[in-house]
C-alpha cells in the first residue's frame, strides 16, 4: 500500500482482515492524517472511528476478523 502524506505529521492506520474458508482474505482499513497542532483537532482514531471500521466488515464475516491497530 501506498501512503503519500506530505506535510503530514502522522499516519494512523486501522484495519481488519477477514477470512471465510474458501474465500479470499479480505482486507477494511481506514487511514487518518494528522496534519499538525490545532485546537480541536484529533490525533488518532477515536472510540466511534473503530465502530465505523467494525461495521465495514460485512456481517457474515465479523466472527472470523481480526483487529490490527
Not at 501512503?3 to 471465510?20: D, E, F, H, Q
Not at 479470499?24 to 484529533?42: C, E, M, S, T, V
Not at 472511528?49 to 466472527?63: G, H, V
Request: glycine letters at 10%; one cysteine or more; hydrophobic letters at 40%.
Amino acid at each position: 500500500m501506498r501512503v503519500t502524506a506530505a506535510g503530514t505529521k502522522r499516519v494512523s492506520m486501522a484495519a481488519l482482515i477477514c477470512t471465510k474458508a474458501g474465500r479470499r482474505p479480505r482486507l477494511i482499513y481506514r487511514i487518518h492524517l494528522d496534519r499538525g497542532p490545532a485546537k480541536g483537532r484529533r490525533k488518532g482514531f477515536t472510540e466511534t472511528d473503530y465502530a465505523r471500521l467494525l461495521d465495514a466488515a460485512p456481517a457474515a464475516r465479523r466472527p472470523h476478523c481480526l483487529g490490527l491497530g
